[in-house]
């Protein structure tokens, strides 16, 4: 090749480097990877003036009512608070993993490859548990908003939750039935081999003999057997239960409430967060949820200003009323993005830096969110939240605060 050849080869690439830079700085982003989700509301989110924040997530599969809620959630307020134009900007990027482990951990690494600096964690239990432990061992911070087993904070310093801990929903479960008299006999069915279900039933058991609530029935199954429930439900109308506690997720809970209704059992039915769903679950009937009570931290039909703004903007974008999982993922954007203030972090800092200021900011300040009661939120050393609960009902079709 002679000289003039190479001069022009050399200015030719100049001129495509300085042209893909120019498209770089003009407020997009790369396109995710299949199954991600990945958005900047700011040249500054663009242009790597922003903290990537990223999480994992059931995006497809049974329980993809869960992940596209959180994802949605964080996506509002971070749009929010990049159009703010602030100090404080985001780059979200959501990986799936399906509500399985092992994807989960292909997921998060995904997501460290991609520049992750701060973490929403993962939606679900069992994944949670596993990118957790990442999570620690490579120091990015975590605040999940609804992976809610014990074994996700424990023994790990940077990994907090905005959802109530599994134990703390069994517990507050049985408080609430006993002090509300909703109850004299109560049947559980749950899934033995289920960290979710498991940890809040040993807890409802616990907190109900304290209570003094009479457990007439207690049955369980688990995946294999999960489609016929003929054999719990009996046990539980003939020991006479009028209220059955149901300690899982929606999908068995649907079938329960069907197979319930065809043989002539209408007890009041008690459930946790994991049925926060049902009532946008494909194919399903909500004449059968008709009555369901279950505790949460959110209630979309509350009266305040930030909630009825929240849940307009969430209809009007997904055209679905927000759930709990939706509104525990959006106080984790806006709960990080008060630490980091607090703090004074910058997106150059490293992600142990940014880790180090997280854990200090967690374990000192409060945060007035969408979810809990108005009293404010905070967390202890070990990550767990501590906001109180509301009850809500079922009624035509929606959820209704109760308290």
């Known amino acids: 090749m002679n000289k003039k050849k190479l001069v022009s080869l050399v200015m030719a690439c100049a001129l495509a480097v300085s042209m893909l830079a120019g498209c770089g700085d003009s407020g997009s982003s790369a396109p995710a990877a299949s199954g991600a989700s990945s958005a900047s509301g ?57 509500h399985d482990a092992e994807k989960a951990v292909n997921a998060y690494n995904a997501l460290k490859s991609w520049g992750m600096q701060l973490s929403l964690g993962s939606v679900t239990s069992k994944p949670c548990e596993a990118t957790s432990t990442m999570n620690n061992e490579d120091r990015i911070f975590a605040l999940t908003p609804s992976a809610s087993s014990v074994a996700v904070t424990e023994g790990k310093d940077n990994v907090f939750q905005m959802c109530f801990t599994d134990p703390g929903q069994g517990a507050k479960s049985a408080e609430y039935i006993a002090t509300k008299g ?56 003939d020991a006479g239960a009028d209220l059955v506690f149901l300690p899982m997720y929606y999908q068995p809970a649907s079938l329960i409430f069907a197979q319930a209704k065809a043989m002539g ?116 050393a070990d990550g767990a939240v501590s906001k109180s609960p509301k009850g809500m009902v079922i009624q035509d079709g929606a959820y209704v605060g109760l308290d």
Request: proline fraction near 2%; hydrophobic fraction near 40%.
């Open 265 to 380: 059992y209408a007890p009041t039915w008690f459930g946790v967060d994991g049925m926060d769903g049902i009532l946008t679950m494909d194919g399903f009937d909500t004449s059968l949820a008709e009555g369901v009570i279950l505790l949460t931290p959110f209630s979309a039909d509350a009266s305040d200003e930030k909630t009825q703004n929240f849940v307009k903007k969430y209809q009007d974008q997904f055209g679905e009323t927000p759930n709990q999982f939706a509104a525990d993922a959006y106080d984790c954007v806006y709960a990080i993005k008060q630490a980091l203030e607090n703090a004074g972090c910058t997106p150059d800092m490293s992600n142990e830096e940014l880790c180090a200021a997280m854990v200090e900011q967690f374990t000192t300040m409060t945060f007035e969110g969408l979810t809990g009661d108005g009293a404010g939120i905070t967390w202890t």
């Open 42 to 98: 700011s040249t500054a989110a663009a242009s790597g003036a922003a903290f990537k924040l990223g999480g994992t997530g059931p995006l497809t599969g049974g329980a993809a009512i869960y992940g596209n809620a959180a994802k949605n959630g964080a996506q509002i307020a971070v749009d929010e608070i990049n159009a703010e134009g602030g100090a404080i900007q985001f780059e979200l990027r959501y990986e799936d993993d399906t």
């Open 182 to 237: 909703l109850a004299s006999k109560v049947a559980i069915i749950w899934k033995n081999d289920d960290v979710y279900s498991k940890g809040i039933h040993d807890t409802f058991v616990e907190e109900a003999a304290a209570r003094n609530l009479a457990i007439v029935s207690d049955t369980t199954f688990a995946d294999g057997n999960d489609t016929d429930f003929s054999v719990q439900l009996n046990n539980a109308k």
